[in-house]
């Protein structure tokens, strides 16, 4: 079980009486601008941290890049039906996500991102799940047969993956996993077409190019979300897991924005920092785009590695860990967002309303809303499926998919219109929708990278060590907290 | 001389779309679908690179398709017809020595015109605007000892093109130069770069950074720009093109935009060039290679040519996967941005200030250039940010990178206060299908890279500026689909 845990009393009081020494030192007469931690980043990692810390007495500056708080949590509010471009589920076992909406009076309500079920295309033929096993399409072999190519990669992990601890994949036996996850399925026995259905659907650029073990603490925290055990042949994690969460009454962003409401003015919005300068040795300079600047004893960087790299750290990072913010990859998630009119398609042509693709789309989800409406579409590609998407212009990406879903149903012909389009890599300040180790980055990269580097601390979710999703980015934010704490006393 | 023998002994003018007709190995994917159309080659890629292997395959009488995922050609040639007159975005400058450029705009009767006269380069450096004349005795010039006189934009060519230990332009793969690929960092230190001098080319260098950027690359592309100037003497105060220009080298520009010459090799070909179809497969488990594309297209050829940089190849999946080094080299190049941030302008503001139109700044917005007609009139200025820098204004939507690099011209040089005006923001990372302005290599990786990078993987060959040997710019891209053309006439011949 994790051995991270909430701060014992000691540390707390610790931590508050070494904050009020520091606090004095402010008041004595330095710049204005100066407090005791920046953190830069007002996602769930930032804002966690910062609550944190000012609940012990210390004064915070959170600076955010955007004219929102929130990161990756983003309620698309001027988007018909209000989807959630990024993080949806609260997983039934993230404590601090539910303890932070409970303590700000944020409400959950439960499920979260339910879909209608999924008709499967494969080689542009429209196929019932029903239909699948026995399909004259379906050439992958053996027990594979009778799992949804969907539920392929849920599959594999929940059959063979050795990992029980969710802090095992840190563990110094683990590194023999962290390889290419393709060399790990090749060596169970997958066939090439169950590997090429992993392939279409998987978030990263392919099964070469991320880590298995990354993979594995996923699956074996993902686990206990979904609640399945032994590798499900019908539904793949998300699916399972949308049933067992529950979701932010309002939108997700209502979560953060709470948060940054309870911080008052120490949130700074369209902030773009652009250097951290900690070579005087005794604070933080941190520079932002505008001309302003702000100084304080120590930092976070609460954000993504991408919006990291772009930013000048004197003295620099060195070693495994310049290499980590230089090289992490992240993950890629663009979607479309539709307005469905007319009669339903689906009823027209007697299959299940949402689509998983071979083609050049991942997913066409159908939600349902909370209502029971069944008006909308999202169209998610992630992977290579997603870098190709955001190829074309903007304003091409909504015109091509309506076409390629009419392609694959004609039912929907005529049907659709383009509410939104969001490319998460290309999303402001942000870079990807989330990190994905590549093969043996987690050995080099995952001890290393979350070391404090002189006055800057390290949180966000590619710094996780047993969470995944929100809960992760409060775990890291508590975690960077906690350091800061520990070195003021 | 061997490629070039057979080529000149003349290939047969068979056609491989019977045989392919007749092809029955089924490939991994498509076996429900018709194929659409089928060539001899298909070619992905319709820049320089591609269409140069096209027209040199149909030459020979082989039949090709040209796939070009974005609603143009021309790739990073790109020109923007903007009022005040078409702007390059990309590929610009048509060297002495192109010889491959210069015989297609020959061929194809599109007219070129002398490069127009470069315009003078002030200074913005701590806060204080310098001219460029009185640059050296500066207060805020800290540069030391000989790099005091060199102007902030040319120290970069001023140290690589005075010390650069490449005996020649093919050497740079030669093992015994592998102890160049280093940082830029450490290599400019090493011949006597003071800390300002790196600081002052950390601004504009086309690499994540100096410490990271390989010297040894930059090396090369510095020691095929010297072939065209006469001497390498006095170099402190003139950029590569301005020594070169002086020196009696013909230097060229298309007239009427660079994007002019791919639209007329398009015109040239007798096969198909579609426009809008991105590439989503390549499958060569069969007998020749199918290209799926990303709207459910299918293309069958008996070869294919793959003249996208690899930022745009990574996304395509590859049956059989590239393998070993080169798969890393793929997947994990790093490549150079460019942000481009054209403006007009309603006076000549640098009249009111330091006489130079153009600026270099050690700002976030970089270098604004001035462009100029053939008669050396400025009509349009160029907000150009490289690297990092641009990856970092990429983060903002382009109406707030233009209101930024505007504020901020207003506040560094206020005689440009309200009369300067955006007319379009481009980021080569941003706005097109390469997602790149140029392949780079990072320190140790021509070593690692460099052999494997433009090896044929089965029946796909690969072309493009990332695979250059000796050649730079768009001499380089069309000598890369040239050469991709005659490997597989040689296979087949």
């Known amino acids: 079980m994790p051995k991270l845990s909430r701060p014992s009393r000691r540390t707390v009081l610790k931590g508050a009486t070494a904050s009020v020494a520091t606090a004095a030192v402010t008041r004595r007469g330095r710049a204005a601008t100066r407090t005791d931690v920046i953190i830069m980043g007002g996602g769930f990692a930032g804002l966690k941290a910062a609550i944190l810390l000012a609940d012990e007495g210390m004064k915070v500056t959170v600076l955010e890049a955007n004219n929102r708080v929130g990161g990756r949590a983003f309620t698309a509010d001027h988007v018909y039906g209000k989807p959630e471009f990024g993080a949806s589920q609260v997983g039934p076992y993230y404590a601090r996500v539910r303890d932070m909406a409970d303590r700000l009076g944020v409400e959950l309500a439960p499920g979260s991102n339910i879909n209608a079920p999924f008709t499967l295309s494969v080689g542009d033929t429209l196929i019932r799940r029903e239909d699948w096993e026995r399909h004259k399409l379906n050439t992958t072999v053996g027990d594979e047969r009778a799992v949804l190519p969907s539920a392929m990669q849920s599959y594999y992990m929940g059959k063979y993956n050795p990992l029980e601890g969710f802090d095992d994949w840190l563990e110094p036996e683990a590194a023999k996993f962290d390889i290419p996850f393709g060399n790990w399925l090749l060596e169970k026995g997958i066939s090439r077409e169950a590997l090429r259905f992993i392939n279409e659907g998987l978030i990263a650029p392919d099964v070469w190019n991320v880590s298995l073990l990354t993979l594995m603490q996923e699956a074996t925290r993902g686990a206990l979300m979904s609640g399945a055990g032994a590798g499900s042949s019908g539904q793949d994690r998300f699916e399972q897991a949308a049933l067992t969460s529950s979701h932010v009454v309002g939108g997700t962003s209502r979560l953060p924005e709470a948060m940054a409401a309870y911080l008052g003015d120490a949130v700074k919005l369209n902030k773009i920092v652009t250097g951290i300068d900690m070579s005087s040795g005794s604070g933080v300079s941190v520079s932002c785009l505008d001309g302003t600047t702000y100084e304080s004893d120590f930092a976070i960087s609460a954000i993504p590695f991408g919006p990291l790299r772009r930013i000048s750290i004197l003295p620099a990072l060195e070693g495994e860990q310049a290499a980590a913010v230089r090289h992490m990859p992240y993950a890629n998630n663009t979607q479309v967002h539709i307005r469905l009119k007319g009669t339903p398609y689906w009823e027209e042509d007697g299959m299940d309303a949402s689509l998983w693709t071979d083609g050049a789309l991942n997913l066409v989800r159908q939600p349902i809303g909370y209502d029971g409406s069944r008006d909308r579409l999202v169209v998610v590609c992630v992977g290579k499926k997603g870098e190709r998407l955001d190829q074309l212009p903007p304003e091409q990406r909504g015109e091509f998919v309506i076409r390629e879903i009419e392609r694959l149903r004609p039912s929907t012909k005529g049907k659709m219109e383009v509410t939104g389009v969001h490319s998460w890599p290309q999303y402001d300040f942000v870079s990807g929708c989330r990190h994905s180790y590549g093969p043996g980055q987690v050995t080099r990269f995952a001890h290393d990278m979350i070391k404090p580097h002189h006055r800057l601390h390290f949180a966000g979710e590619h710094t996780r060590r047993l969470e995944i999703g929100m809960e992760s980015a409060m775990e890291s934010g508590e975690r960077a907290a906690f350091e800061i704490l520990e070195r003021t006393l | ?493």
């Not at chain 2, 045989?19 to 820049?47: C, F, K, Q, T, W």
């Not at chain 2, 015989?103 to 460029?132: C, E, F, T």
């Not at chain 2, 902030?152 to 160049?180: C, G, H, I, M, R």
């Not at chain 2, 204004?393 to 011209?409: H, W």
Request: proline fraction near 4%.
């Open chain 2, 1 to 493: 001389m061997t490629r070039l023998s057979k080529l000149n002994s003349g290939l047969s003018r068979r056609s491989f779309s019977a045989v392919l007709a007749g092809a029955s190995a089924l490939p991994l994917l498509g076996r429900h679908a018709r194929a659409n159309e089928s060539a001899d080659v298909i070619i992905i890629g319709a820049g320089l690179a591609g269409l140069n292997a096209a027209l040199n395959l149909e030459m020979e009488g082989f039949r090709v398709i040209v796939l070009e995922a974005q609603d143009h050609v021309g790739g990073r040639t790109r020109t923007f017809d903007l009022d005040v007159g078409p702007t390059n975005a990309g590929g610009q400058t048509i060297g002495p020595y192109y010889a491959r450029v210069r015989d297609l705009a020959a061929r194809l009767d599109v007219p070129l015109m002398s490069n127009p006269p470069r315009v003078s380069m002030g200074n913005y450096i701590r806060g204080k605007l310098v001219s460029a004349a009185d640059w050296p005795n500066a207060d805020v010039n800290t540069l030391r000892g000989a790099e005091r006189n060199v102007q902030p934009a040319a120290l970069e060519f001023f140290y690589l093109s005075n010390n650069n230990p490449l005996p020649d332009v093919e050497s740079w793969t030669e093992e015994e130069q592998a102890k160049l690929d280093v940082p830029l960092v450490e290599y400019l230190r090493s011949v006597g770069a003071s800390d300002e001098a790196l600081r002052l080319i950390g601004v504009t260098i086309n690499v994540f950074d100096l410490s990271t950027g390989s010297a040894l690359a930059y090396l090369r592309d510095i020691k095929r720009l010297q072939w065209g100037i006469a001497t390498n003497e006095n170099q402190a105060t003139r950029s590569t093109y301005a020594a070169s220009a002086d020196d009696g080298f013909e230097f060229s520009e298309v007239a009427g935009g660079t994007q002019r010459l791919p639209e007329a090799m398009m015109a040239a070909m007798k096969g198909p060039v579609h426009l809008n179809t991105m590439v989503r497969t390549v499958d060569m488990t069969g007998d020749g290679v199918e290209v799926r594309t990303n709207d459910g297209g299918r293309f069958v050829g008996k070869y294919a040519i793959s003249a996208v940089p690899f930022s745009a190849l990574r996304n395509i999946d590859i049956y059989p996967k590239f393998q070993g080094v080169q798969y890393d080299a793929i997947r994990n190049s790093a490549h150079g941005n460019t942000l481009r941030v054209f403006m007009e302008f309603t006076s000549s503001f640098w009249d009111d200030d330091i006489g130079d139109p153009a600026l270099f700044t050690d700002t976030s917005i970089e270098r604004v250039f001035a462009r100029t007609t053939e008669e050396g009139e400025i009509f349009a200025l160029d907000g150009w940010i490289n690297g990092n820098a641009a990856y970092r204004l990429d983060q903002l939507p382009e109406e707030d990178v233009a209101a930024f690099v505007v504020d901020t011209l207003a506040t560094i040089r206020p005689s440009t206060k309200g009369k300067i005006k955006v007319a379009k923001v481009h980021s080569w990372a941003k706005h097109s299908a390469s997602g790149c302005c140029r392949h780079t290599f990072e320190a140790g990786q021509v070593g690692t890279w460099a052999g494997v990078m433009a090896t044929p993987h089965h029946r796909l060959h690969l072309a493009g500026e990332q695979t250059r040997s000796i050649e730079n710019g768009m001499e380089a891209a069309a000598k890369s689909g040239e050469r991709a053309a005659f490997e597989i006439m040689e296979r087949i011949a």
